[in-house]
């Protein structure tokens, strides 16, 4: 069964870094894996889709890469701002008919100005 | 466009009630998806669907059925409700990409349901 694990749970930064979420997956037969963004008490906003054959996508300040034979993937986000407060959540598509999309429990990030 | 609608936006429910979540999408995706969110958690799958007619279970189907009779709506239906149900849903559709690979997920703004 595939499990998703996000690390750290939390964290804070003052504006201006630049900062890496984790995401780690056991089962690497996956067709992509995606970054959500959600804020509090809102639905999940799509950031970046990763098929499995690619190694990165950006979007902006923000850059996902995918190793998929590790079963990682890191969210970089470049000069943070307090708007970029949010819950970040990684998910992945599995290929078994249950596993549509196998959600971590998310990274809480606060940007302090 | 819309986007993905779910309605209503909160509800409290008595055990052993019954309800039925709205979910409609106006972008004519093929795929739809019912998922939970518990505090702290990531979301669960419940049911999803690939087509009109078409639905399948997800990670945790107990509790819940679905029916998808046009491409538009979702709804998903729960009988006997329980404390254990108490938890935000939310819709998701999508598509296929022009590679045939499966589309980002859209999602709605999500049901709070409380059971008590």
């Known amino acids: 069964k595939q499990e998703v694990t996000q690390i750290p749970a939390a964290l804070s930064v003052p504006e201006g870094e630049n900062l890496v979420l984790n995401c780690s997956f056991t089962d690497s037969a996956i067709y992509n894996l995606q970054w959500f963004r959600q804020d509090p008490g809102k639905g999940l906003t799509s950031l970046l889709l990763i098929q499995s054959s690619q190694r990165e996508q950006t979007s902006g300040r923000l850059n996902a890469s995918l190793d998929k034979s590790s079963g990682r993937s890191t969210l970089y986000i470049a000069a943070s701002q307090p708007g970029d407060s949010a819950t970040y959540l990684c998910?992945?598509?599995?290929?078994?008919?249950?596993?549509?999309?196998?959600f971590g429990k998310g990274t809480k990030l606060t940007v302090n100005p | 466009n819309a986007g993905v609608t779910q309605t209503p936006k909160f509800r409290i429910l008595k055990i052993g009630q019954s309800m039925t979540l709205q979910c409609a999408q106006d972008m004519n995706h093929n795929y739809m998806y019912w998922y939970r969110q518990d505090p702290g958690m990531g979301l669960k799958l419940i049911y999803y669907?690939?087509?009109?007619?078409?639905?399948d279970k997800g990670e945790v189907p107990n509790g819940y059925n679905v029916s998808r009779s046009t491409t538009e709506d979702f709804p998903l239906r729960l009988e006997l409700a329980a404390p254990s149900q108490t938890s935000v849903y939310f819709c998701?559709?999508?598509?296929?990409?022009?590679?045939?690979?499966?589309?980002?997920?859209?999602f709605g703004p999500g049901t709070r349901l409380t059971v008590l």
């Open positions: 669907s690939v087509g009109a007619g078409i639905t």
């Open positions: 998910a992945v598509e599995g290929m078994s008919g249950s596993e549509k999309l196998v």
């Open positions: 998701a559709s999508s598509s296929l990409d022009v590679a045939g690979d499966t589309d980002t997920q859209y």
